[in-house]
């Protein structure tokens, strides 16, 4: 007789076999079923981002995960949010409000297909990394519409579950982009201004919001002007980071426990938590400043959290 026992959730797959009456085989699992999902937003398959796509798919699975890929332009993705997201009957035809109808679209399975294709990949994923090329200090367009599309009201978030209460507090996500311009030119002192305030939004404003996980994004600064040998080793180095992604600490955003959550109380910070923060020499985050100095690297590098 043998007894086949899987146990999961480990880093390496082995077998092992106990000689008794019987033959007992434990088969150890990897992590076989993390899913990552990779929203990726570029044109060519030939392109840097493509071999940053490409490197985390093969780093990741060799680790045993299942990736998927959403090549948005490959898909033919929708960027507009519209009435057209919703099938069926408005509830308000005459004055349509998108979050409204969608929210109520979203409780009764009424959005459109590929919207509900890529809920079931977002539901699934324990990882998603947003590849793409920073246009116009932010994301492509077809990118944008993911977010307005995918990331509903409801399924994504509600005025009770929001920032470090929302719904995918379980989840990672990471940036993953290329720019245009060099780092230094993203310093505070360069023309492009701080990286960090560039971020603010999409990380603190869309990923936080929905209760991401955010771990440090990884930038790409200039791969179009820079010579191969440099291409080459920014891949090497996304790479080594791809290895131990899963144990990296996210970044540090303000707690929803430290404001007043309440219409009454405007959803400002606690008074208490003002008067502590008196002495600090930063504020508490890049949006969260107090009028003081931008904790340095807030958004680009992972610090400890707020008591």
């Known amino acids: 007789?043998?007894?086949v026992i899987r146990l999961s959730k480990v880093v390496q797959v082995f077998s092992l076999t106990l000689q008794c009456?019987?033959?007992?085989?434990?088969?150890?699992c990897t992590a076989a079923e993390r899913n990552v999902l990779i929203v990726y937003a570029h044109q060519s398959n030939g392109s840097f981002n493509a071999a940053a796509r490409d490197a985390a798919m093969e780093v990741l699975q060799s680790q045993g995960c299942r990736v998927t890929v959403s090549d948005l332009y490959a898909m033919g993705f929708r960027a507009c949010a519209t009435a057209d997201d919703i099938i069926g009957e408005?509830?308000?035809?005459?004055?349509?409000?998108y979050g409204e109808e969608t929210?109520?679209?979203?409780?009764?399975g009424r959005l459109t297909d590929d919207i509900k294709a890529e809920h079931q990949k977002v539901r699934e994923a324990q990882l998603i990394i947003f590849q793409f090329p920073m246009y116009w200090f932010s994301v492509p367009a077809i990118l944008k519409g993911w977010i307005d599309r995918v990331l509903t009201q409801g399924f994504a978030f509600s005025l009770q579950n929001m920032y470090s209460n929302g719904n995918f507090k379980d989840k990672k996500v990471i940036l993953s982009f290329t720019t245009g311009s060099t780092e230094g030119m993203f310093l505070p002192d360069g023309v492009h201004g701080d990286i960090n305030v560039v971020l603010w939004p999409l990380q603190s404003g869309t990923l936080y919001f929905c209760g991401f996980q955010?771990?440090?994004p990884q930038i790409f600064w200039a791969p179009g002007h820079s010579p191969p040998e440099t291409q080459k080793a920014m891949l090497v180095a996304w790479r080594k980071r791809l290895a131990t992604l899963w144990e990296e600490t996210p970044l540090s955003f303000t707690p929803t426990n430290l404001f007043d959550m309440s219409f009454s109380g405007g959803f400002r910070l606690l008074p208490q938590v003002k008067e502590q923060r008196q002495e600090e020499p930063y504020g508490l985050s890049t949006g969260h400043h107090l009028g003081k100095p931008i904790p340095p690297n807030n958004q680009t590098k992972a610090s400890p959290p707020h008591d």
Request: aromatic share 8%.
């Open 1 to 3: 007789m043998c007894l």
């Open 90 to 97: 408005l509830k308000n035809p005459d004055n349509f409000h």
């Open 21 to 28: 009456d019987s033959k007992l085989t434990v088969v150890l």
């Open 103 to 108: 929210v109520q679209a979203w409780k009764e």
């Open 214 to 216: 955010v771990l440090p």
